[in-house]
C-alpha cells in the first residue's frame, strides 16, 4: 500500500503543477473566496480520482500480462510524449495552461455551457461558486494525462493507496494554487515541469518492467 500510495501522490504533484486544472484553481481564487474555490476544486479532482480508481479497477480484471504490457506501454509512451513536448517548448513561453484556463474561465464567466437556474444564483452563491469551480475542473481534468495515468496505476497497484495519494496530490497542488497561485503561477516553468513528468512517467514505466522481470 506504501509503494501505491507513493507512486499516486508522486505522479499526481509533479503533473498537476502548471496543469489547466491547476491554473482553473488560481484564477478562480483570484476572483472568489478561496476556501469555497478549494472545496469546489479539490472535490472535483477526488471525485475524478475515484472514478478513475473504479475504472482502474475494472481494467484490472484483464488478462495480467495485458496489464503488465499496458502499463508498460501507457507510462513510457507518456514519458516520451512530455519529454518531446518539453523540448519543443521555448525557455520562455508563456504556460499555454494558464492561457487555456483564462479562456475556459472568461468563456464560462460570459454565459457559457455551465450554468445554474437563475434562483439558485441569486439565493446561493456560495452553491453557484462551488457548482461553477466543481463543473469546470471535472471538465478539464476527463480525459486528461492524469487521469488517464490514474486509472493505469489502479489497474496495477493496491487501489486505496493510489486513491488516497492521489487525493492528496490533488489537495497539495489545489491548496498552492488558490493560497499563492498568483504568485507562483507566473515562477512555474511550463517547460521544466514538462520534463520533469516525462521522467517521472518514464521511472514508473522502468519500475514495472523490472517487476515483470
Avoid at 473566496?33 to 475494472?58: D, E, K, N, P, W
Amino acid at each position: 500500500m506504501l509503494a501505491a500510495f507513493t507512486a499516486g501522490l508522486l505522479l499526481i504533484t509533479i503533473s498537476e503543477l502548471g496543469d489547466k486544472t491547476f491554473f482553473i484553481a488560481v484564477i478562480l481564487a483570484m476572483r472568489h473566496s478561496r476556501r469555497l474555490v478549494f472545496v469546489g476544486v479539490l472535490a472535483a479532482l477526488a471525485a475524478m480520482t475515484l472514478l478513475s480508481v473504479i475504472l482502474g479497477q475494472i481494467v484490472s480484471l484483464l488478462p495480467k500480462h495485458y496489464i503488465h504490457f499496458g502499463e508498460i506501454s501507457l507510462f513510457i509512451g507518456f514519458g516520451l510524449k512530455l519529454i518531446y513536448d518539453a523540448c519543443r517548448i521555448p525557455a520562455q513561453a508563456e504556460n499555454t495552461g494558464a492561457k487555456e484556463a483564462a479562456c475556459a474561465v472568461t468563456q464560462q464567466s460570459e454565459g457559457g455551457t455551465i450554468t445554474m437556474p437563475t434562483k439558485a444564483w441569486s439565493v446561493s452563491p456560495n452553491l453557484a461558486l462551488l457548482f461553477q469551480a466543481f463543473v469546470m475542473t471535472f471538465l478539464a481534468e476527463w480525459g486528461d494525462r492524469t487521469q488517464i495515468s490514474t486509472i493505469t496505476l489502479a489497474a496495477s497497484y493496491q487501489p486505496l493507496g493510489v486513491t488516497s495519494g492521489a487525493i492528496l496530490g490533488h489537495g497539495i497542488c489545489t491548496a498552492i494554487a488558490v493560497l499563492g497561485g498568483r504568485l507562483i503561477a507566473g515562477r512555474i516553468s511550463e517547460r521544466v515541469v514538462t520534463a520533469i513528468g516525462g521522467l517521472l512517467f518514464l521511472i514508473f514505466g522502468f519500475i514495472a518492467i523490472l517487476d515483470g522481470v
